[in-house]
């Protein structure tokens, strides 16, 4: 396979793939997000005056992107085989060394040279050595391609050299799905395949092609599927028995399979996300191969499945956050529950410690794990093992027997044994029934260590039934704890930089001096990386995933998709609703002062108003001091948190509970963010970044905290900031704003813009620029006008310097700051500072944002008075079933469009179905629309279960008299009924013969608001 560039052509720029006398041919469309693919013979093309791009043999294509308004067409030019997996069924992979990315839109990139990465050693030096993005001596100009190649050329990234089987999926799922079907290459478990985001628009291609073009396509092999993780293969011979003389050559495989989801480096991607996805989760399959039988052995490891982060400089000292203590139970419900789906069973070991960081997390997981089995049942168990201390007790050889010993883990070993099929027909014997799952706090060291023990545990279970003359081979168990530990170096040094701690004893089975030397060189290297190395990588890693949220997959020129999805966005109104939500939102200057008086008169102004979301920035919630700066105490955060909580919890006529949802803290600056308890569920992608602006951006005394949350599928953004002081200081507070405003981000590329809805609740520090009586004297007489007209924060906004676009309440109260402690009189000191208003709630959204309410609350626990709004905003809740029924029917639309009739018209005419209507409000404890009077409690009665016909209840069904119908299940049958069906087909309404059920209750009257 070769790529050809062809320029001197009337489209511009082409690029051709070509392989096996076929043709793929790439040129970007009028959009600049789309490229134009084509799949031809390669006689239809005139490759005479086109230039070849690489001198080397192009291994396959790994997708489309698009990076800085270019496309790029991303190939690998350089890879070797790393050995056949499964000899008996040719299952060959090869090693990714070398990726290139072409444009299609300039020649900007082609003269650019490209270093050679096909040494993974040279690799490695290279990503340790260099930011992602930021080389310490960058180049004139730098292929904007170049952080997803030093990714991507890593050594880590494999893929099946052969096209006819799937590297993705273990053993015990590719066998069952091959033997009912032929194989296709666009079935893969997308969790593992890592181009998944680049490659869709070329496999929806390939799906729009013929069944002789696609299978043409295939055999040109095109299309690269990789994987991230490690691939090691060993051959062996083995002991023949006693009676024969002639060895047996096995093979011993170990396949990581590294998941995407919730992907990046070791301190940006910790715990669980909203969907269940942990970071670092790997499953790890271990497949032996003799002359009878293969067996697979699959483990899996992954992040304590909770909402934890490690942020600031971390260096020996773990400092663990659990950021999300109250809302992570339906996270960690889901985890669960994904891996019952995909393995029946669990069983895991957690390797943490009984320090307190790591005691805290052994403590959440415990309780969540508790909580979840009411939810996911009982097929989910635990081991608790404190690794450390059994080796500071025994050493290593220690942790060996001591997990042998746990009779929980030696029962489940048996229990969950291994899937086993023969050699020559892949039948399979026996099916592995769970699985264990790992974890240590990165799930690395620690982790691979216990799972090559079980790993060895379970082969030898097979090895004592089959053939025990293999039990005491030296070069069978010398392979596999190489591979296993080759297997720790090359996940380590994905997730940390560094290859693995504890391999010398993997490897020899033993310590030694170079070993424990080694380990301490790599945790040094470790700090190093993490800390100052790995947020540039993370943003590559994000870009090459499609998760930065200004990135947009590329697509392919299809003008019949193309004119559905418009017609989609353009009618997202029938496809979703809206709901009316209630947003306090409120800041204070704290003057590190603690609660001393009911936050009532604060959180609750308004009589009969319960917000859905509570969201409170505090300002010198502790001390400025340097000690506070240095290291920051969130013991007085912590202190806030349960006095609301139990200010919440206690108010008199109590309509709700309240959780905390997020809380943070930058020095004296906290946001914390409380929702009602019933819309935890729907609070997602819940995420806090902060932005340091004391001291040039390197002290936290000043800075602002931001917390983002999709509430159902509308995103919010909310800001607390402390400004510079000083009546004077206007252009550091501007200074300030943009350094919040530019440089605070959150994960995956999102900035404040990129939301829906933004609010500012902070101590701005602006003052007014008028004499200390006339601000007094109108401050006391209410003349708000005069004050208005020399506030620095009006004429900031007016004058474009900060806050532009923002838009704030009208400020009919008086100026909060500043007062004296415990009264309502303005400050008498020697100082006498001008009364102002510093604390500001300022807002900004692209509609369903009104500000119903923007006062004071007369507190005197500090300096400032507490400013409050009340924010009705509308959330959008997108109906899935709705939007997809609503697509089918565009495109169905517009395949049968006959020419000259006007497309446009046709679909503004096209409405759903009314049988697709709304659906009823979330049922809860308390209500559910279906305990009608028609069906008491919900109860249905027997006799009504009896009247159901048989195999009816599929509403894709056909009744009996329907040509679709068939009474056989004979795939030749049904496709000879299917040729003789009249075309087009016209479905027949199918017969309901069951009781419809009872209708949704009608919706509460809404109640009026301020």
């Not at 890592?194 to 396509?217: G, V």
């Not at 170079?514 to 990386?529: F, H, M, N, P, Q």
Request: charged residues 20%; glycine residues 6%.
């Amino acid at each position: 396979m070769y790529l050809y560039l062809a320029n001197d052509v009337p489209t511009g720029r082409i690029l051709y793939l070509v392989s096996n006398n076929r043709i793929l041919a790439f040129r970007q469309s009028s959009n600049p997000a789309q490229a134009v693919v084509e799949f031809l013979p390669q006689s239809q093309v005139d490759l005479s005056n086109v230039i070849r791009l690489n001198t080397r043999v192009v291994k396959g294509c790994l997708g489309l992107i698009s990076i800085e308004k270019d496309l790029f067409l991303a190939v690998v030019t350089s890879a070797t085989e790393v050995g056949n997996t499964r000899p008996t069924a040719e299952e060959s992979v090869a090693r990714i060394h070398e990726v290139c990315f072409y444009s299609l839109t300039s020649a900007t990139w082609d003269e650019l040279p490209v270093e050679s990465l096909t040494n993974p050693e040279a690799i490695d030096t290279m990503m340790n050595r260099d930011s992602y993005g930021q080389p310490s001596t960058p180049p004139i100009i730098e292929h904007p391609c170049m952080p997803l190649t030093k990714i991507l050329s890593s050594g880590h990234f494999y893929y099946a050299k052969n096209s006819n089987w799937d590297l993705s999926s273990r053993l015990a799922v590719r066998l069952p799905r091959d033997s009912h079907s032929t194989w296709d290459l666009g079935t893969f478990d997308e969790k593992f395949i890592w181009n998944a985001f680049l490659i869709r628009s070329l496999l929806d291609l390939r799906e729009r092609l013929d069944p002789l073009e696609r299978d043409d396509f295939d055999t040109c092999q095109f299309i690269v599927l990789a994987i991230q993780g490690y691939v090691g293969t060993a051959t062996m011979a083995l002991p023949a028995p006693p009676k024969e003389g002639k060895p047996t050559i096995a093979t011993l495989s170990l396949i990581s399979r590294l998941g995407w989801k919730r992907a990046g480096t070791r301190f940006n991607a910790r715990g669980v996300d909203d969907d269940g996805n942990t970071a670092n989760f790997v499953e790890t399959e271990t497949i032996f191969t003799a002359d009878q039988h293969c067996v697979s052995y699959a483990q899996i490891r992954g992040s304590v499945p909770v909402f934890w982060e490690q942020q600031g400089l971390q260096t020996f000292g773990q400092r663990i956050q659990i950021t999300r203590p109250t809302s992570s139970q339906p996270a960690f419900n889901q985890h669960f529950a994904q891996l019952l789906e995909e393995y029946d069973s669990v069983h895991a070991i957690n390797l943490l410690g009984t320090k307190e960081n790591e005691a805290i997390l052994t403590t959440a997981y415990a309780r969540h794990l508790s909580s979840a089995r009411e939810v996911i049942g009982d097929q989910v168990f635990i081991t608790h093992f404190d690794f450390h201390n059994a080796v500071r007790i025994g050493g290593h050889d220690s942790v060996i027997r001591e997990l042998k010993r746990l009779d929980a883990i030696s029962r489940h070993v048996a229990q969950f044994g291994y899937t086993m099929c023969e050699v020559k027909t892949d039948e399979i014997v026996t099916q592995q029934s769970g699985i264990f799952r790992t974890n240590c706090l990165d799930c690395l060291d620690r982790t691979n260590f216990v799972q090559d023990i079980i790993s060895r545990t379970t082969l030898e279970e097979y090895i004592l039934q089959a053939r025990q003359e293999w039990i005491h081979s030296n070069s069978l168990w010398t392979h596999h704890r190489e591979l296993w530990a080759e297997n720790g170096d090359a996940l380590s040094k994905i997730y940390a930089g560094t290859g693995a701690l504890n391999t010398s004893f993997t490897r020899s089975g033993k310590r030694t001096l170079a070993g424990v030397l080694s380990d301490a060189t790599k945790s040094v290297s470790r700090a190093y990386i993490n800390n100052f190395q790995d947020k540039g990588k993370q943003i590559a890693i994000d870009m090459f995933l499609g998760n930065m949220s200004n990135q947009r997959p590329v697509t392919i020129f299809d003008p019949i998709h193309d004119s559905v999805r418009i017609a989609l966005e353009n009618r997202v109104h029938e496809y979703s609703s809206t709901k009316q939500c209630t947003i306090f939102v409120g800041t204070w200057n704290l003057n590190g002062r603690p609660p001393s008086e009911s936050l009532l008169p604060w959180l609750f102004p308004r009589d009969g108003i319960e917000p859905d979301m509570f969201v409170l920035g505090f300002q010198e919630i502790v001390p400025l001091t340097a000690q506070q700066i240095v290291q920051t105490d969130p013991d007085k955060r912590r202190m806030w948190e349960r006095r609301i909580l139990e200010t919440l919890d206690h108010r008199p006529n109590k309509k709700a509970t309240y959780v905390l949802l997020r809380s943070e803290q930058l020095v004296g600056t906290a946001l914390l963010v409380l929702v009602r308890t019933e819309l935890l569920p729907v609070m997602r992608n819940v995420e806090a970044a902060s932005r340091k602006t004391g001291l040039r951006g390197m002290s936290g005394n000043k800075g602002a905290v931001g917390v983002r949350l999709d509430y159902y599928d509308t995103s919010f953004c909310f800001l607390t900031a402390h400004l510079a002081a000083g009546h004077s200081n206007v252009d550091e507070r501007n200074m300030d704003y943009r350094t919040i405003a530019n440089g605070l981000h959150f994960l995956k590329g999102k900035t404040i813009p990129s939301h829906e809805n933004v609010i500012w609740l902070a101590d701005t520090n602006y003052r007014i620029d008028l004499d200390n009586e006339t601000v007094r004297s109108s401050a006391e007489s209410d003349d708000f006008d005069m004050l208005l007209a020399g506030d620095q924060l009006r004429q900031a906004i007016d004058s474009g310097t900060a806050f532009a676009g923002y838009e704030e309440g009208p400020l009919l109260f008086r100026p909060t700051y500043r007062y004296d402690l415990g009264t309502d009189r303005y400050d008498t000191s020697e100082k006498m500072r001008i009364p102002a208003w510093t604390d500001r709630i300022l807002y900004r959204s692209r509609g369903g944002l009104d500000l119903g309410v923007y006062s004071r609350a007369e507190l005197k626990g500090s300096d400032h008075k507490p400013v409050f709004a009340i924010f009705h905003a509308a959330v959008r809740v997108v109906d899935v079933a709705k939007r997809t029924a609503l697509s089918q029917l565009l495109l169905q639309s517009v395949i049968a469009t006959a020419p000259g009739e006007k497309l446009d018209e046709k679909l503004a005419a096209l409405a759903l179905p009314p049988s697709i209507g709304d659906l009823p409000p979330p049922s809860s404890d308390d209500a559910a629309w279906w305990n009608g009077p028609e069906f008491p409690n919900g109860a249905i009665s027997m006799a009504e279960l009896r009247d159901v016909r048989a195999g009816s209840t599929n509403p894709f069904d056909s009744p009996d008299e329907s040509s679709l119908s068939s009474s056989s299940t004979s795939d030749e049958e049904l496709y000879t009924d299917a040729l003789m069906l009249q075309t087009p087909m016209t479905p027949v309404p199918a017969v309901v013969t069951r009781k419809p059920p009872p209708p949704p209750p009608p919706r509460p009257a809404k109640k009026p608001t301020d």
